[in-house]
């Protein structure tokens, strides 16, 4: 197992010093998944939740934790974020909302938290906005699917498991 970046010698948390790294052109992208009841897709479908515009909110929200991981997680390191971009896909079978997001930056650290948190926190509006109709949703698979940009290179995840 490689040693973690963000523990020091002495094994106390620590900020990972980005200033001798090159600036570079970095993008990430990450996935998550919110189930429903089909009743309440039907809702979004059709624009009558209680609440609004429930995907309008939810990309701008995840926009918005995008912009303030670093506020977020501990040890992140604010970034000027070039692109933030969430994308919803409806699904029938089963019924529920990929949420999708893209971020880029030209900078020293990637953003990989970055994409991360900005489908948490869409599946988390998501969820808040529906939930006077559905409280069993579940938000699940959140993960990196793309990582370009770094000393690290391209990074491409495999197709989820068959329940994953």
Do not use: W
Not at 10 to 17: I, L, N, S, T
Not at 85 to 94: A, G, K, M
Not at 139 to 154: H, N, P, Q, V
């Amino acid at each position: 197992m490689s040693k973690l970046s963000h523990i020091d010698e002495k094994g106390e948390a620590r900020m990972v010093d980005v200033s001798e790294k090159s600036v570079t052109a970095r993008r990430a992208v990450a996935e998550g998944f919110i189930a429903m009841k089909p009743e309440t897709l039907q809702l979004v479908e059709t624009g009558e939740a209680k609440k609004g515009d429930v995907i309008g909110a939810a990309r701008i929200a995840g926009i918005m934790a995008a912009k303030r991981t670093h506020e977020l997680i501990p040890l992140c390191h604010p970034l000027a974020i070039t692109k933030a971009t969430i994308d919803f896909t409806l699904s029938q079978s089963p019924p529920g909302i990929h949420v999708k997001a893209e971020v880029k930056v030209s900078g020293q650290t990637g953003v990989e938290m970055e994409a991360l948190t900005a489908v948490s926190v869409a599946c988390l509006t998501l969820y808040d906005m529906l939930k006077a109709a559905d409280k069993a949703m579940t938000i699940g698979d959140i993960r990196l699917t793309e990582k370009d940009g770094g000393k690290s290179g391209a990074y491409r995840a495999s197709e989820p498991s068959e329940g994953n």
